[in-house]
């Protein structure tokens, strides 16, 4: 059964940095995409970033340019690095990836920004 969890959050300043990781076990990683998404109080979940298998990316309008997602495989690892962080950045952000029919979400992870 895949497992993802997330670590990373934390509370940090407009135009702060934050690094969000990702480990995913009891999945073939390596040929899965991984993304990203957030859920802002009273809004819908919504795709921030994605990677597939082979590395090519895609992000949301609102996060182009500031944040960047990644992965490794040989540690099931996948990543966010946010940069130039906005307090409209502010959310709880999940990794999530879909496989065998099924669409997987980690715990979440509380991400805030002030201003």
């Known amino acids: 059964q895949a497992q993802l969890v997330e670590s990373g959050g934390g509370l940090v300043q407009a135009g702060g940095s934050l690094r969000l990781s990702c480990a995913a076990s009891?999945?073939?990683?390596?040929?899965?995409?991984m993304t990203w998404y957030r859920q802002a109080p009273g809004e819908q979940r919504v795709l921030v970033a994605a990677?597939?298998?082979?590395?090519?990316?895609n992000y949301a309008d609102s996060v182009k340019g500031r944040f960047t997602i990644s992965r490794d495989n040989s540690k099931k690892m996948v990543y966010l690095q946010m940069n130039s962080l906005k307090p409209e950045d502010t959310a709880v952000y999940y990794c999530?990836?879909?496989?065998?029919?099924?669409?997987?979400w980690g715990q979440g992870t509380q991400v805030t920004v002030s201003s």
């Open positions: 990677i597939g298998s082979g590395g090519n990316t």
């Open positions: 009891g999945i073939m990683f390596s040929i899965n995409q």
């Open positions: 999530s990836t879909f496989t065998q029919g099924l669409r997987y």
